[in-house]
């Protein structure tokens, strides 16, 4: 059982910690840069359709189980995913190894999102020493540097980002020139293994209750200060509507630089993309982080009688808020108004998205310093709320098969998490791993995870089982519907994607992959991960005996 290092239990201080925390994971970097990204790159507003029909369809439903079935895993004594699954699935070492997958998932993802993490904090620490913005505050806190040292022109926002990746060359920031970006890394390496360290309560809530209401009031300003802008340049096509229409509409207009229309595209050539099928559905799963470790993880600590389904709820709302009316308030808008549709049409990537066609907009408007600050910090904070409950499942499997202390295990897992982070940030050529990473990781992986687990939900663990533990302890109507649409809706609606992308995407990735050595040195290091947990989930229900608290497995409703 895994236990504070004094031996007790650990378990969430209240229940608005345990809501916080699981928003935190929800709220990061997928809602602010990756979700405005993923619009742009996939249809604009025609994006939204497989959005919303996988937010209702899969994502709600998904989460509630999930959270039921952590807070289940939780009452056995188990926290990681492999041991959650291990007691749902009859003790079968079969779902302890889909728990491996769900615990190496974010173990993986949060390899390049630390280095990503280190970005913002750049970022943000070069906005407040008066580097990146040429209008605002015009004050340095660092002695040496010029407040004017901010780019005149856009190719020198591209540089200052491919200079702060090392997009140049594999091997390009272990050089001396390029350490600040290590150094950073370092540093948010170091700020999750103190926060996991801490554990659950002095460490995870605490971080992540001082840090909601300040990533709350950021975000705030921010989209106040871009709904009040006014078309800056006055150039037809480029007001705050129009940011909004590109972003929303299903079928958009392509203007050019004097906002004249110049092609159209159609709602129906977007949705008959089964990409975009699978972008949209994995963007869910990403933001919501669900199927992938970390909701029951987090489930697994509430208290036996804490509520599931009004705080599964409570997190998705959260999510949505700060993902659709935040994320998609902020970027694309105020790049269409500074910018133009052009550029705006051209990003290329999330990346480029946030930290060029950014850093330009935040360079055009008065208070930019100020602005772009706010802006980074806002995401390096909820970026950590993020990582932190990426780190968590593999420390609890540590402490489970390993009987190691929770400080230990913070160790192993925070040092095993740098060395995936140094193959992030050697093979930087183009951001090659971490683009193979993020694709296998967090785009297709947590489908199949999703698919996999709600074979594990519906059809071993038993909507009897699901019933009766959302009725423990409920505030409100546990949704006893769930059940259904997980499995005649969501079961076949996540199938039909798989098998539709794999039928036309799967060949063009494979020959990425074969063509690729970086992508196969990639490819590699995610399949030892894998093992490594596969034989950690083997040495689990091996050693696993019967504890007391197993004789009371099942839920029994409340009276
Ligand atoms: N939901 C986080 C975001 O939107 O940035 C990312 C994430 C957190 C993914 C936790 C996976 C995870 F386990």
């Given at each position: 059982?895994?236990?504070?290092?004094?031996?007790?239990?650990?378990?969430?201080?209240?229940?608005?910690?345990?809501?916080?925390?699981?928003?935190?994971?929800?709220?990061?970097?997928?809602?602010f840069l990756?979700f405005p990204g993923?619009v742009a790159n996939n249809g604009g507003g025609a994006f939204m359709?497989?959005?919303?029909?996988?937010?209702?369809?899969?994502?709600?439903?998904?989460?509630?189980?999930?959270?039921?079935?952590?807070?289940?895993?939780?009452?056995?004594?188990?926290?990681?995913?492999?041991?959650?699954?291990?007691?749902?699935?009859?003790?079968?070492?079969?779902?302890?190894?889909?728990?491996?997958?769900?615990?190496?998932?974010?173990?993986?993802?949060?390899?390049?999102?630390?280095?990503?993490?280190?970005?913002?904090?750049?970022?943000?620490?070069?906005?407040?020493?008066?580097?990146?913005a040429p209008l605002g505050?015009?004050?340095?806190?660092?002695?040496?540097?010029?407040?004017?040292?901010f780019f005149e022109d856009a190719a020198g926002y591209e540089?200052?980002?491919?200079?702060?990746?090392?997009?140049?060359?594999?091997?390009?920031?272990?050089?001396?020139?390029?350490?600040?970006?290590?150094?950073?890394?370092?540093?948010?390496?170091?700020?999750?293994?103190?926060?996991?360290?801490?554990?659950?309560?002095?460490?995870?809530?605490?971080?992540?209750?001082?840090?909601?209401?300040?990533?709350?009031?950021?975000?705030?300003?921010v989209i106040i200060r871009v709904i009040t802008l006014d078309n800056p340049s006055g150039i037809p096509g480029r007001s705050f509507l129009d940011g909004l229409g590109f972003m929303w509409n299903p079928s958009r207009n392509v203007l050019n630089e004097s906002g004249e229309v110049v092609d159209r595209i159609?709602?129906?050539?977007?949705?008959?993309?089964?990409?975009?099928?699978?972008?949209?559905?994995?963007?869910?799963?990403?933001?919501?982080?669900?199927?992938?470790?970390?909701?029951?993880?987090?489930?697994?600590?509430?208290?036996?009688?804490?509520?599931?389904?009004?705080?599964?709820?409570?997190?998705?709302?959260?999510?949505?808020?700060?993902?659709v009316a935040f994320g998609g308030l902020m970027s694309i808008p105020a790049a269409i108004m500074f910018l133009g549709p052009v550029a705006a049409g051209g990003f290329a990537s999330s990346?480029a998205l946030g930290f060029v066609v950014l850093p330009n907009v935040f360079g055009l408007m008065p208070l930019g310093?100020?602005w772009g600050?706010?802006f980074?910090?806002?995401?390096?904070?909820?970026?950590?709320?993020?990582?932190?409950?990426?780190?968590?499942?593999?420390?609890?499997?540590?402490?489970?098969?390993?009987?190691?202390?929770?400080?230990?295990?913070?160790?192993?897992?925070?040092?095993?998490?740098?060395?995936?982070?140094?193959?992030?940030?050697?093979?930087?050529?183009?951001?090659?791993?971490?683009?193979?990473?993020?694709?296998?990781?967090?785009?297709?992986?947590?489908?199949?995870?999703?698919?996999?687990?709600?074979?594990?939900?519906?059809?071993?663990?038993?909507?009897?089982?699901?019933?009766?533990?959302?009725?423990?302890?409920?505030?409100?109507?546990?949704?006893?519907?769930?059940?259904?649409?997980?499995?005649?809706?969501?079961?076949?609606?996540?199938?039909?994607?798989?098998?539709?992308?794999?039928?036309?995407?799967?060949?063009?990735?494979?020959?990425?992959?074969?063509?690729?050595?970086?992508?196969?040195?990639?490819?590699?290091?995610?399949?030892?991960?894998?093992?490594?947990?596969?034989?950690?989930?083997?040495?689990?229900?091996?050693?696993?005996?019967?504890?007391?608290?197993?004789?009371?497995?099942?839920?029994?409703?409340?009276?």
């Amino acid at each position: 059982m895994s236990r504070k290092s004094n031996g007790t239990r650990e378990n969430w201080g209240s229940q608005l910690g345990v809501i916080l925390a699981v928003s935190g994971s929800a709220v990061g970097l997928g809602n602010f840069l990756r979700f405005p990204g993923q619009v742009a790159n996939n249809g604009g507003g025609a994006f939204m359709i497989p959005y919303v029909v996988s937010l209702l369809i899969v994502a709600i439903p998904m989460a509630t189980a999930e959270w039921a079935l952590g807070r289940f895993g939780g009452r056995c004594g188990f926290h990681s995913p492999v041991g959650i699954y291990y007691s749902a699935g009859g003790r079968k070492a079969l779902w302890g190894a889909l728990g491996a997958l769900t615990t190496v998932a974010p173990f993986i993802i949060g390899m390049y999102y630390v280095f990503i993490e280190a970005w913002c904090l750049i970022y943000a620490l070069q906005y407040l020493g008066g580097v990146l913005a040429p209008l605002g505050l015009r004050f340095s806190l660092f002695q040496g540097v010029d407040a004017g040292l901010f780019f005149e022109d856009a190719a020198g926002y591209e540089n200052f980002f491919g200079a702060t990746v090392g997009i140049a060359k594999d091997g390009a920031l272990f050089t001396q020139a390029a350490s600040t970006t290590l150094l950073a890394t370092l540093a948010c390496v170091w700020i999750n293994f103190r926060l996991t360290y801490r554990g659950v309560s002095r460490g995870i809530e605490w971080f992540c209750k001082m840090a909601s209401p300040l990533i709350l009031v950021c975000a705030i300003a921010v989209i106040i200060r871009v709904i009040t802008l006014d078309n800056p340049s006055g150039i037809p096509g480029r007001s705050f509507l129009d940011g909004l229409g590109f972003m929303w509409n299903p079928s958009r207009n392509v203007l050019n630089e004097s906002g004249e229309v110049v092609d159209r595209i159609n709602v129906w050539t977007t949705l008959c993309d089964p990409g975009v099928w699978l972008a949209a559905t994995s963007q869910i799963f990403f933001s919501i982080s669900i199927c992938l470790g970390a909701v029951c993880t987090y489930a697994s600590y509430i208290q036996p009688r804490g509520d599931v389904a009004l705080s599964s709820l409570a997190s998705t709302a959260t999510n949505e808020l700060c993902e659709v009316a935040f994320g998609g308030l902020m970027s694309i808008p105020a790049a269409i108004m500074f910018l133009g549709p052009v550029a705006a049409g051209g990003f290329a990537s999330s990346f480029a998205l946030g930290f060029v066609v950014l850093p330009n907009v935040f360079g055009l408007m008065p208070l930019g310093q100020f602005w772009g600050f706010l802006f980074f910090f806002l995401l390096f904070l909820a970026a950590i709320t993020s990582s932190i409950s990426m780190l968590q499942p593999m420390v609890a499997l540590f402490q489970e098969t390993l009987s190691l202390t929770r400080e230990r295990s913070a160790l192993l897992s925070s040092g095993l998490n740098m060395l995936g982070t140094g193959v992030v940030c050697w093979f930087t050529f183009n951001l090659g791993a971490l683009d193979v990473f993020d694709f296998w990781v967090a785009n297709f992986l947590p489908l199949v995870a999703a698919i996999l687990q709600t074979i594990l939900i519906c059809f071993v663990w038993g909507s009897t089982s699901l019933r009766s533990e959302l009725a423990l302890g409920a505030r409100i109507k546990p949704p006893y519907f769930v059940v259904n649409i997980l499995k005649f809706v969501s079961f076949p609606y996540m199938l039909l994607v798989v098998l539709f992308w794999g039928w036309r995407n799967m060949g063009s990735r494979v020959q990425e992959v074969v063509d690729s050595r970086v992508a196969q040195a990639s490819l590699a290091f995610i399949g030892l991960s894998l093992v490594l947990t596969l034989a950690l989930a083997i040495v689990l229900s091996k050693r696993r005996q019967k504890t007391p608290d197993e004789n009371n497995e099942t839920a029994s409703p409340e009276p």
